[in-house]
């Protein structure tokens, strides 16, 4: 069955340091990958993600992950954050079957020191 | 404007109650989701529904029903079966596509249990 891990339950870290959040998946199919970002008092909304081609993807507000299919992994990043960056981060891959459900990771929780 | 509108923001249940939770959509999306959030177990699917008139249980079903009687509706009743509701629920739309479906999310209903 699909599942998504997420190493980092919480994370904090002072303006302008550089971020990295840990995404590992087990996916049998085609893989297609996704990262959500919900800022504090807003709609879930989808970060960046992962079909096919360049392996490094962009986003937006400066995010990037990169796509290791040998390490079944698909890490968020970003050089230097901002105190705007708090929120709560999620991983997340397709279903099993042609349900198009997504399956999430935990969650990472953000929190970024002015 | 384009989205999805969930109601009410935050609900309180009796014991023994059934409530219902609102989610209504205007991006013309086939597929319908439902969502719980709870502190460090990101999101799990209750329930979804591709096309009108028909809908099927996710991982976490129990003690919860849904009904899809028109496109742009997808309510969802928290029955007195549910022994505990209290979480963030959070309701999706997505065009019907096997994996690479981008899920568009409202901005939840709290449910809390008095």
């Known amino acids: 069955a699909q599942s998504v891990s997420q190493h980092n339950h919480h994370v904090i870290l002072s303006e302008a340091a550089s971020l990295e959040l840990g995404c590992n998946y087990s996916?049998?199919?085609?893989?297609?990958l996704f990262w959500y970002v919900q800022y504090p008092g807003q709609h879930l909304q989808l970060l960046l993600k992962?079909?096919?081609?360049?392996?490094l993807v962009k986003g937006i507000k400066g995010f990037e992950a990169e796509f290791i299919k040998s390490k079944f992994s698909f890490n968020l990043r970003k050089p230097s954050v901002q105190w705007s960056d708090t929120a709560e981060y999620f991983c997340?891959?397709?279903?099993?079957?042609?349900?198009?459900?997504?399956?999430f990771g935990q969650g990472t929780t953000l929190q970024v020191k002015p | 404007d384009g989205g999805i509108t969930q109601s009410p923001k935050y609900l309180f249940r009796k014991e023994g109650q059934n409530v219902t939770l609102s989610c209504e959509q205007n991006?013309?999306?086939?597929?319908m989701y439902w969502y719980r959030q709870d502190p460090g177990q990101g999101l799990r699917l209750i329930y979804y529904?591709?096309?009108?008139?028909?809908?099927q249980k996710g991982d976490i079903a129990e003690g919860y029903s849904v009904s899809r009687e028109k496109k742009e509706s997808f309510p969802l009743t928290v029955t007195s079966a549910q022994k505990n509701p209290t979480a963030f629920y959070l309701c999706a739309s997505s065009i019907v596509d096997i994996a690479k479906n981008i899920q568009y999310f409202g901005a939840g209903t709290r449910l809390s249990v008095l």
């Open positions: 991006l013309n999306h086939d597929a």
């Open positions: 996916y049998g199919g085609t893989v297609n």
């Open positions: 997340a891959v397709p279903g099993s079957s042609n349900t198009g459900k997504l399956i």
């Open positions: 992962y079909f096919s081609g360049d392996p």
């Open positions: 529904s591709q096309i009108v008139n028909d809908f």
